[in-house]
């Protein structure tokens, strides 16, 4: 079992960034393939970001490619989402989610999942 509690959401201008984090519970967090993922009102949820258990590898949906970065840090049992030069269209909800097996861009296939942080870029 692992529970995941986001944070860093908040209020920025177009341009600006946020670091949201991520904090897992459970000795086995190392073990788990992590994501992010995030759903704007009225829309479906969307893959963001996913990492591999070590860290070594990650992936990125072509939208955030170049402006937001992924990593962990398997000591604090943390994973970070850094989002730089950020747009209006980046407004939505960000969720963390755990997968015991490979990252996968598929959301059906996360075994657990945050509550949630909000995001919000104006123009």
């Known amino acids: 079992q692992v529970q995941l509690v986001e944070s860093g959401g908040g209020l920025v201008q177009a341009g600006g960034s946020l670091r949201l984090s991520c904090a897992a519970s459970?000795?086995?967090?190392?073990?788990?393939?992590m994501a992010w993922l995030r759903q704007a009102p009225g829309k479906e949820r969307e893959f963001v970001a996913a990492?591999?258990?070590?860290?070594?590898?990650?992936y990125y949906t072509d939208s955030v490619k170049g402006r937001f970065t992924i990593s962990r840090d398997n000591a604090k049992n943390t994973v970070y989402l850094q989002m730089n030069s950020l747009k209006p269209e980046d407004t939505a909800v960000y969720y963390c989610?755990?997968?015991?097996?490979?990252?996968?861009?598929?959301?059906?296939?996360?075994?657990?999942w945050g509550q949630g942080t909000q995001v919000t870029v104006s123009s």
């Open positions: 989610a755990a997968r015991s097996s490979f990252y996968s861009s598929d959301s059906a296939k996360y075994d657990y």
């Open positions: 459970g000795r086995t967090f190392s073990s788990y393939a």
């Open positions: 990492i591999s258990w070590s860290g070594g590898s990650t």
